[in-house]
């Protein structure tokens, strides 16, 4: 067949390393001639040189290369735009039947990948999709973990398939190995749920081994989800989740050498298990060294939490008597950034006060991969949390805002944090110059909001999460978690909007089992102290 019968798309987003080597791999297919296909580069804001490395590759290539810019930000839109430009290029050439073929700027095809495309384009293939498999240059620097995991999603994802369609060879059907007609592509209507669409249309996907691309095994991809984004997870998980459990008081001695350790406890109405926690937990680490500071903010406790504190050896501060300047302190996350401004370690570790079974492992697990490794700057604890009633204990069935709220909410916004186990864990540590960094959730939302902000500063090799045992908390009411879960979901949605004019804005919950009386619920922030402090410090000197 002559003329054209192939238009190849590739989204770019600041691919100068890499598409040389995608331009020329598809300028040196096999078993198809040089004039029966094009290529598209589409352009998604890049701001490196790959337009110049993509014209540079264009040159030395014999198919014909347009090089346009996205209409609209997002690898999805830019993706979008060449395959409606292939489909009005194939259309234009008389040739409703030719194949949109999509592959990515960071993904090399194999030397006959079009030629097996249009094989089976010529059977009657109306949509394909390619094999993918990870660079082995690149894919031997991944832990094994990583590699496992990969593995075992794409075994279930296979069967999945499989149920719908025993004919396909593997589970794939993305852009970086995805062909269309562009007959099929115009009668779906767009590329959005490409694959729900072409399913409604009655177009068969088929899934061909023979057809097949090594992508990239890297985790700085650009965009927010996909294969970078599921690597550098899956590295997170291999490295920086931690047994908090195996460390040892003496060897974390040693190793803290002239750094400095803080330990804060907000606390309200805790009288029953605050004495017990310091004892348990945190003031025998005072004694050898360990720690240097114990801080418990009391939010005007109605029975002898703070004086039970004090008797336990900590330094006990009402907090409202903290900055006064911001007025009463209106939450937890609100005592933890007023405990900033006289806890002074170096590390500066956040305890719950309302803890049933503490354990040396809730300080040391924290505390261990800030002191063992430098590129750890926020740690989190992780634990099971069991619900407790009357007659039994009920495992896993804890940390119902978690599960209903929290978790949802970072994987479906944050995603790179979707491997935390408790996000919402009152047990943080991290390094005293992020946490002066970072904005404060002044209610229930401290948590999440302070996980986000970490991440954006530090990214996500700089946050830990260490398995600290068992946690058992006091269980509040279902209607107290709504408005826990109230104050998490406005942190996470002003964190979304990132432009303070979308963030949400502070009110109450509506209650409508109480006459629809208002529940105040603070969602207000505080901002980064290291900013409070340095104004001032500025008024001072003035």
């Excluded at 996980?451 to 107290?480: P, W």
Aim: net charge negative; charged share 25%; proline share 5%.
């Amino acid at each position: 067949m002559t003329g054209l019968r192939a238009v190849i798309v590739i989204p770019a987003r600041d691919e100068v390393r890499r598409i040389d080597r995608c331009l020329r791999a598809l300028g040196a297919q096999r078993g198809v001639a040089p004039g029966a296909y094009e290529i598209v580069v589409v352009l998604d804001r890049c701001t490196d040189g790959t337009r110049a490395a993509a014209e540079a590759a264009a040159d030395g290539i014999v198919p014909a290369v347009r090089i346009v810019d996205s209409p609209a930000a997002g690898v999805g839109s830019a993706r979008r735009h060449g395959m409606d430009l292939g489909c009005a290029r194939l259309t234009e050439a008389g040739n409703p039947d030719g194949l949109i073929v999509s592959t990515d700027a960071d993904t090399t095809p194999a030397e006959d990948w079009l030629a097996e495309q249009l094989a089976l384009a010529a059977r009657g293939a109306e949509a394909i999709g390619g094999a993918i498999v990870l660079a082995d240059d690149e894919a031997d620097g991944l832990a094994p973990a990583t590699i496992a995991r990969r593995e075992a999603r794409a075994r279930a994802r296979l069967d999945a398939v499989l149920a719908r369609d025993p004919a396909a060879e593997h589970h794939f059907f993305s852009g970086a190995s995805m062909a269309v007609t562009a007959r099929a592509y115009g009668s779906v209507g767009g590329l959005e749920a490409f694959e729900a669409r072409l399913e409604r249309a009655g177009v068969p996907i088929t899934r061909s081994a023979a057809v097949r691309v090594a992508t990239a095994a890297r985790t700085d991809g650009r965009a927010g989800r996909g294969l970078a984004r599921d690597l550098e997870l899956g590295e997170w998980l291999a490295r920086r989740r931690y047994d908090g459990r195996r460390y040892r008081p003496d060897e974390l001695r040693e190793r803290k050498g002239e750094t400095t350790v803080s330990v804060v406890l907000p606390a309200r109405d805790c009288a029953e298990t605050v004495g017990r926690v310091l004892a348990t937990a945190v003031v025998p680490f005072a004694e050898i060294g360990l720690v240097d500071q114990v801080v418990v903010v009391d939010g005007a406790s109605r029975d002898a939490t703070a004086a039970r504190a004090a008797r336990a050896g900590a330094d006990v501060h009402a907090e409202d008597d903290l900055l006064p300047a911001f007025g009463p302190a209106r939450g937890k996350g609100d005592a933890m950034w007023r405990a900033l401004s006289v806890a002074y370690g170096d590390i500066v570790v956040f305890m719950d006060a309302d803890t049933d079974d503490p354990d040396p492992a809730h300080l040391l697990g924290l505390l261990g991969p800030l002191l063992r490794d430098p590129g750890v700057h926020f740690v989190k604890a992780a634990f099971e949390r069991p619900f407790r009633t009357r007659d039994a204990v009920l495992a896993h069935e804890g940390g119902r805002v978690t599960e209903l709220m929290a978790r949802p909410l970072l994987n479906l916004h944050f995603p790179a944090l979707a491997g935390f186990s408790q996000p919402l864990a009152g047990e943080t540590a991290a390094r005293r110059d992020l946490l002066r960094s970072l904005p404060f959730a002044a209610g229930y939302g401290v948590e999440v909001g302070l996980l986000i902000d970490a991440l954006r500063r530090v990214g996500l090799d700089g946050l830990a999460e260490s398995n600290v045992g068992t946690r058992q908390n006091r269980h509040q009411s279902l209607r107290a978690l709504g408005a826990m879960a109230f104050a998490v979901l406005a942190a996470v949605e002003r964190r979304v909007a990132r432009d303070a004019a979308d963030a949400p804005v502070a009110h109450g919950l509506v209650q409508p089992w109480d006459d629809a009386s208002v529940r105040d619920v603070p969602v207000e922030e505080r901002p980064p102290l290291r900013e409070v402090l340095r104004s001032a410090d500025g008024a001072t000197a003035r």
